[in-house]
């Protein structure tokens, strides 16, 4: 069973740029489709962005993010990566990898069977 640990976050000031990382052990996360999501306070699970398993040929984001938030993977580390910039404090929560074993992205959290614990991303205004 796949097991993934997200690393990355921190306390930024706004218009600032953090890298979150979704490890997985385990298990080969290349046979995953993997999404963000995030949870502040108060608040329901929401997506921020997902890959396409294998070559990550397909992307998708929330209109909240397109265009500030990036997602890519690594298949030789492991790992998928979520590039923030331009942060601006409505981004403050805790962000979650999810993996779910097919190629197709997802955005529902019921899609996805596999979720890290969650790092703290705090965006001060």
């Known amino acids: 069973q796949v097991q993934l640990v997200e690393s990355g976050g921190g306390l930024v000031q706004a218009g600032a740029s953090l890298r979150l990382s979704c490890a997985a052990s385990?298990?080969?996360?290349?046979?995953?489709?993997v999404g963000w999501f995030r949870q502040a306070p108060g608040k329901s699970r929401e997506f921020v962005a997902a890959i396409s398993g294998w070559d990550g040929s397909h992307t998708i984001y929330a209109d909240s993010v397109k265009g500030r938030f990036t997602v890519s993977r690594d298949n030789a580390k492991n790992t998928v990566a979520l590039q923030m910039s331009s942060l601006i404090p409505e981004d403050t929560a805790v962000y979650f990898c999810?993996?779910?074993?097919?190629?197709?992205?997802?955005?529902?959290?019921?899609?996805?069977?596999?979720w890290g614990q969650g790092t703290q991303v705090t965006v001060s205004s």
């Open positions: 999810g993996a779910v074993s097919r190629w197709a992205v997802a955005t529902r959290t019921s899609d996805y069977n596999v």
């Open positions: 385990g298990g080969a996360l290349r046979n995953f489709a």
